[in-house]
């Protein structure tokens, strides 16, 4: 044996014209060549449907003389040197030619270095793909009736890859369309350099079947594979949720200092909406004053549903579903709704007609008042306005005519989301707008 030096990064170098001199001969399908990444040291890797009666020819580029040697699997620096060499003017044969087998062309001072696989000790052979009887709810499981191993080379230094097969799995499943607002059907394509007994796929959201085809060595030697299996009825659930709130424009009503996201001041009424994928049979929101859900206080089986809060404090919202044996569901982020607590304020002056926009309007400041009525009246006990929304205001306007200068007399009744009762009475003073 000739422990060879090994000169990875500098002959990798090399120019590939002379690797390209390198041919393959006797092979019943055409020879593909792959190009390997530069740090596995080699030249070039050669797939070879069947190196049986093939040999290996190399046509030099200079007088020098040309030395093949051989490497398996404990790299370069373990290499043979290969006699029976024919050669013929510039070419040097090997005349049989060995497969997932390295070797070294030595010209003088250069070495080329390739990799020989024999595609017939690999080949893929499929009779059959099917879906398992056991399904789990994130991934499906199918049972593959053949074989498609890992084809394997080794770098210069020992060090073992992979060669890449490209099966493909394709199949349907489902997509949420930001367009549509909904779940639509999408092709869905997996990859695999090589397949064991069983394969995991991401589980479908739809019923569909599965497509195996390959490799794409047979594929290029017009040898494809192609299996379909028999159609698997999707278990898995996914769902898409949003909850919307409705805004009011009242200019009177208080926001909370530290408002965001749901809720604020009572009434408020939210919109949650639920897209799901064809095997969620049951579907719930869910209302809990817990935020782990041990205590659901309202249900709703509906995919959309509207609701408005009138009571103070924190609400939390989640939607749910599942399949009709139950066995995969789907849970949403929890949804927090926070009311604040109420409060009511009155003034007790504006100036109606003075100046459009700016105090013409008697209107109560407010927040989470959820029940609300209000009277005005003249100095005599004559109502002059009813108001049956906080939001509401009293334009000092009587039939039409803003009413004269003076004082006026409001008794309010109302309720807080926090249970809050308010009974107020006051004056409101209408100043001269003259």
């Known amino acids: 044996m000739k422990r060879l030096s090994i000169l990875i990064y500098v ?68 290499a043979q040197e290969v006699t029976g060499i024919i ?17 070294i062309i030595e010209e003088g001072s250069s070495h080329h270095y390739v990799w020989v696989v024999n595609y017939a000790a690999h080949r893929m052979r499929a009779d059959a793909i099917t879906p398992s009887p056991e399904q789990e709810c994130d991934m499906s499981a199918l049972i593959f009736n053949g074989t498609a191993p890992r084809i394997n080379y080794y770098t210069i230094n020992g060090r073992q890859m992979e060669l890449g097969r490209d099966i493909e799995i394709a199949y349907k499943t489902l997509t949420y369309s930001e367009s549509t607002g909904s779940f639509v059907q999408e092709d869905v394509v997996r990859q695999f350099n090589s397949l064991e007994s069983t394969i995991h796929v991401p589980a479908p959201y739809c019923d569909t079947a599965f497509e195996l085809s390959g490799d794409r060595f047979l594929k290029a030697w017009g040898e494809e594979i192609v299996l379909s299996s028999p159609t698997l009825k999707a278990t898995a659930v996914n769902a898409v949720t949003s909850a919307q709130q409705e805004q009011r424009v009242s200019s009177n009503e208080k926001k909370p200092e530290n408002e965001s996201g749901l809720g604020g001041s009572a009434p408020a009424t939210v919109d949650f909406n639920a897209s799901v994928t064809d095997a969620a049979v049951f579907t719930e929101w869910q209302f809990s004053r817990d935020p782990e859900f041990n205590d659901i206080s309202l249900r709703f089986n509906e995919l959309d549903v509207t609701y408005t809060f009138r009571d103070e404090g924190e609400i939390y919202v989640r939607f749910v579903c599942a399949n009709d044996q139950g066995t995969c569901e789907y849970s949403s982020e929890a949804y927090t709704v926070q009311i604040g607590r109420s409060s009511l304020e009155c003034p007790n002056a ?57 004082v006026y007399f409001y008794v309010i009744t109302a309720t807080g989301a926090d249970g809050k009762k308010y009974k107020l009475s006051g004056d409101i003073n209408v100043i001269n707008y003259r």
């Open 11 to 78: 002959i990798t170098a090399l120019n590939l014209q002379s690797i390209a001199s390198v041919t393959i001969t006797g092979s019943t399908k055409e020879v593909i060549t792959e190009n390997p990444a530069q740090s596995t040291g080699l030249d070039k890797v050669f797939v070879v449907y069947n190196t049986d009666g093939c040999s290996a020819t190399y046509t030099s580029s200079t007088s020098s003389t040309v030395k093949w040697y051989r490497f398996s699997n404990l790299g370069g620096g373990y």
């Open 87 to 103: 050669h013929n003017g510039n070419e040097w044969t090997l005349p049989r030619l060995e497969g997932d087998m390295g070797y």
């Open 350 to 406: 504006f100036s109606p007609g003075a100046s459009e926009g700016v105090n013409d309007e008697w209107k109560v400041s407010y927040q989470s008042i959820i029940d609300f009525d209000c009277h005005v009246f003249n100095r005599w006990g004559k109502e002059l306005a009813r108001l049956t929304d906080p939001s509401q205001g009293w334009d000092g306007k009587v039939g039409g005519k803003v009413v004269p200068a003076g």
